[in-house]
């Protein structure tokens, strides 16, 4: 699923045309409040268009008129709009307030629509400006100051797979159900910070307070490595200090820390594309050998020690978009190599487990399947070789996936379970409501198997599924339905 810096291609009902939901989030130096933020949406897209949106938020003395610019990069043009007075000189575009909405009182919003051309790349502006000041950043950027010191004595378990289960030392099951806690994916390589909000004790407490015992959380593997680009405040040292005290955070509460790879090196602009840049700033269809093996030796090397951590190598491959044929995406997906439709050379599954396990660290790792971890249906007959036999299976799954009803779950996930451990990574809505989740978790408990809800996140579930509006817990319409869910099983 795409979260806000993430792409989520959808047939549309009667058409030819694609629709893709990609919004850009609020992000800020960590603990600070930018002058103005501007959350930029592309709500549906088509062959040579596509409709977009902006939200404005003001964070400083009242406005009595505003004005928003911001540059396209793609060559994309603004042919109608709303709520707003949209113009377009070059690549800028203006949208000035209407004389009914000029007024924006200091944390108040504004929120305006366009419809726009485009062609061969729809990449989301970077810097947007009201009324001359730049939103969702600083003005002087800092370091992230220090959080208070993790507690002590951490009791999640060490893991490890027994037959389709996973089990602790005493060989008990333990189903993973929690959620995600996307930031750490996006907001370094966008220079503003490591993570989207705060991971002090007090956050995390919250998520244990759902009676959630697993937390993914997403990671980008330029950031890790502190490669050329990234800041060094929010890059190589710095980011690994950040996320190993967020891991020891989730493990004081009990919680299983699932370490993931999101957002890779490895530029590819054919089908389905998430963006045309080189760096990791959106969703690849496979990782890339330059890098991504480095960044698994060095996470298993960093946590080859903790065995209650998990790895999952790869958040969401779609090298089935690249190519017309199922096996040569399977074999991309096991082998990688030069993949049919993929320019760069491609790590494949198989390597990663490769990279992990020649560390020495024996942690369980999870490998999602193709059509954005949605289709496993070929999953045991190209499953990669561990060494160490701790290799569990992932599966995503959102009401407007394919494989999304009882019958195929039936059909293609329960043939799986039965061999390896099954773990939902993410599962979600986009409707701000729980229906479609409360079917998919009745039968994940039906089967006993493991579910994480995407996403521990404030941003508007109206456009991707947010389960919280507050980092107090105050769940959403549809986090609600999780955190509910979560108590019952264990009050």
Known sequence: MRHPPRSVLLAAAGAVALVT??????????????????????TSQWDNGFQGSVKITNNQAALGSWKLTFDFAGGQKVTQGWTAKWSQSG?????????????????????????????????APAVFKLNGTTCNVD????TPPPTTPPPSGGTAPALHV???????PGGSTRRLLGVNRSGGEFMCVQGYGIWDGPVDDAAVKAIADWK?????????????????????????????????????????????????????YGQYTGNSAGCSDVHATCQKPMPDMQYSPSF??????????DQAAVFDLFNEPYPDRATSSATDAWKCWRDGGSCPGIPYEVAGMQDLVDSIRSTGAKNVIMAGGLAYSNDLSQWTAYKPTDPAGNLAAAYHVYNFNTCSSESCWNSTLAPVAAQVPLIAGEIGEN?????????????FDDHSLSYLGWTWNTWDCSSGPSLISAYDGTPTAYGAGLRDHLRALNP
Not at 431 to 443: A, E, I, L, R
Request: hydrophobic content about 40%; charged content about 15%; overall charge negative.
């Open 431 to 443: 409707t701000c409501s729980h229906g479609f989740v409360d079917q998919v978790v009745k039968w």
């Open 162 to 168: 027994s037959g389709n289960r996973l089990v602790d």
């Open 139 to 142: 003005s002087e950027p800092t």
């Open 212 to 264: 959630a015992n697993a937390v993914r959380i997403p990671l980008n593997e330029e950031c890790w490595l502190g490669l050329a680009g990234i800041k060094p405040e929010y890059g190589g040292a710095n980011y690994i200090a950040a996320v190993k005290e967020l891991v020891s955070r989730v493990e004081a509460h009990g919680m299983t820390p699932i370490l993931e790879l999101h957002w890779s």
């Open 296 to 305: 698994w030796s060095s996470v298993a090397g960093t946590f080859k020690g």
């Open 91 to 123: 690549t800028t575009v203006t949208a000035a307030n209407e004389s009914w909405n000029g007024t924006l009182g200091a944390g108040a919003s504004v929120s305006a629509g366009f419809l726009a051309s485009w062609s061969g790349s729809n990449a």
């Open 21 to 42: 939901s990609v919004v850009v989030p609020v992000v800020s130096a960590q603990g600070a409040t930018p002058a103005c933020t501007v959350e930029y949406a592309v």
